[in-house]
């Protein structure tokens, strides 16, 4: 038995000819020439000799199988007839794939769906939130269950670890408020006024909202994808069927780690953004340090720190339960895992400025 | 006539630090026989495949697969030679954001010039030839139960109908119809396609069903090959053992009983 075994062999065309009255075809018939001689099988018509075929594979037999109707294969080695029967009766039938014409109804319940989907998505939201509380609560009757280790190691990972990139963007906003507020302020020659313009926006609402969208980006996709992995190695159900509780050793320590770090990143980021903006004070408008400390001080309320720190725990608790909801939605396959992940990103971020604007209204309004 | 030998393996070393797995292991493969490797947990048997199947180099011998040197090879020709290989990993390893059928395309798409119509029937025909429905090619590997991702598996690394397949396992985690199924289906491919097979297995009954030779792994190399009966006269304790025990003995009866 001759088989055609190197590759030059394999990849080299079939020969179809006409001798006499007969079809022949001849040389080696496989996946990679069979898209050839598809186009030229046509031609054939009649008997097809195919004693001169040296390597036959599935594709091959496949190709031959379907031009069967028209043609009467003949000469077919033994082993090529036991491919040829095998393929022809595994030939799956595709069921009738009828489509239908999108109506308006079709878009009409589409529509319903997703509003529906996005109340649905609001529901579960605020039924994480709940779990994460009832479970608060139960600490606080039962302090020995607060899963400790965890909790300091989720608090070294999103609080301790974020504190150069925070530090960094703050102080670089600083620096970019007072160098753009001394532009302006020096054209009325009310240089000094770039302190206020500093303390009151870093103070207020940049340090704690930038932190916020930095500590969403990084912790909210971290989550998802911490937890979401796990759900997709049925590890949660594990989890379950154990009587553990992955609410309590999975969310609580995030979320309160995310709850106790996130304030502290605040003040972090507002002492290096005033920092910041002291330093470039100093070099372009030639305020010293000393004169801007006493004008911070004298001029800027504590209301305003007040203000800022306020929205640091409403922010933490946004983007930890949103950051563990997305997680509990990934399904079984990896491309879920990506979408939830960046989707919980861009959920957290939204939701911490929207939260944001409602407090700016409210102390607007309250006259803070 | 001579057998011809499609994979020779020599003088192979395989370790992982001090840790010895293989040492001076050799084995020669025949065209178009179902060899079955068997031996204890951590003799090395999932470890050698991947060393045939190019995933792991050995620390030293000799691996030559369609006589071609297959370690000290160019990397055109090291491709040409996993063109005409296809492995079915243990729980099909199948690529989670495709569906069944273009995971089975996936190695079809390498071939220049084939077209797309063709290649999805072609496709189609290799998720049938496996056993699978052909709503099942429409189906997400996580939508599909273990001996279906396995079918699946099968079919993809059938996709370009290779002269070796290797198993990893393939009736592991199995009910006993799916299992038998399989090897029927194994033994029916390799007898239509004139697949050489290589396969990792546990399963008695599976080696019973359809392997033509049994290599046994122990003392770091081949120890024994041969055919079941000839298995069954060895007096290595382990061998003894595996071959004489309790679910041997039951696996045999069944054998027995069919034929």
Known sequence: MTVATDPETVTTSPVLERDGGVWRLSGV??????????????RAQGALDLSGLTRLDTAG?????????????????????ALLDRVAGTIPQPPDPSRHPLTAAQILERIGRMVANAGGFLVEITDMLGLFLARLGRIARHPGQLPMTALVHHADQVGWRAIPIVSLMSFLIGVVLAFQGAVQLRQFGAEIFVVDLISISILRELGILLTAIIVAGRTASSFTAAIGSMKMREEIDAMRTLAIDPAMVLFVPRILALLIT????????????????????????????????TRLLEETGTNHVLVGFVKAPVFAIIIGVIGCHAGMQVRGNAESLGAQTSSAVVRAIFAVILADALFSVFFAMMDI | MTRDVVIKLRGLRNAFGADVVHDNLDLDVHRGEVLGVVGGSGTGKSVLLRCIAGLRPPQAGSIEIFGQDALNCSETARRAIDQRMGVMFQDGAL????????????????IDGLDAGLRRELADLKI??????????????????????KRAGLARALALDPEIVFLDEPTAGLDPIGASAFDELIRGLSRAMGLTVFMVTHDLDSLHACCDRIAVLADRRVKYTGTMEEMLEIDHPWVHEYFHGPRARAAIATKDKVS
């Open chain 1, 262 to 293: 996130l304030p502290i990143l605040g003040l972090v980021a507002n002492v290096m953004g005033l920092f910041g903006g002291a330093l470039m004070s100093w070099i372009e408008l030639g305020i010293s340090p000393a004169v801007f400390l």
């Open chain 2, 128 to 149: 049938a030839m496996s056993g699978l429905p052909y709503k099942a090619g429409d189906n997400y590997p996580s939508e599909l139960s273990g001996g279906m991702r």
């Open chain 1, 61 to 81: 037999a496949y190709l031959l199988h379907s031009h069967s109707g028209a043609l009467e294969l003949t000469g077919l080695r033994p082993d090529h007839a």
């Open chain 1, 29 to 42: 018939l496989t996946v990679r020439n069979v898209s050839a001689l598809a186009a030229e099988l046509p």
């Open chain 2, 95 to 110: 690529f989670s954001s495709l569906t069944v059928r273009e995971n089975v395309e996936v190695p079809m798409r390498t």
